[in-house]
């Protein structure tokens, strides 16, 4: 499973971004979906964990109540809907396919990322 990110960009702090992320295999739906961040010099942190049929979603304390994650299986797309962005939102962004995990390294599909930069 190939993943593509996309909708990273600079906006200032208390604004909004909406990340995607498509899968160009109909296999997508057979996994969950986390996105995850890496701050330049700080490991991989989870964010958000989807279930498979988009059901269930889950969240770090630290994004809970300002982001927003989904997904359309019909599309082979997950989103990622930011607001209220903060500076120490920062980071490049990353979807994952996988098993029901928060960690990182148990993941096998990812994208390439999609820098988020929140001015102050």
């Known amino acids: 499973v190939t993943l593509v990110e996309s909708g990273g960009g600079l906006v200032q702090s208390g604004g909004s971004l909406n990340l995607s992320c498509v899968a160009p295999e109909s296999t997508f739906g057979s996994y969950v979906v986390s996105w995850f961040r890496q701050a330049a010099g700080k490991e991989r942190e989870w964010m958000a964990i989807?279930?498979?049929?988009?059901?269930?979603?889950r969240y770090s304390d630290s994004v809970r109540g300002r982001f927003t994650a989904s997904r359309d299986n019909t599309k082979n797309t997950a989103y990622l809907r930011m607001t209220n962005l903060k500076p120490e939102d920062t980071a490049k962004y990353f979807c994952?396919?996988?098993?029901?995990?928060?960690?990182?390294?148990?993941?096998?599909?990812w994208g390439q990322g999609t820098p988020v930069t929140v001015s102050s």
């Open positions: 989807i279930s498979v049929i988009g059901s269930t979603v």
């Open positions: 994952a396919a996988g098993f029901e995990s928060t960690r990182a390294e148990d993941y096998f599909f």
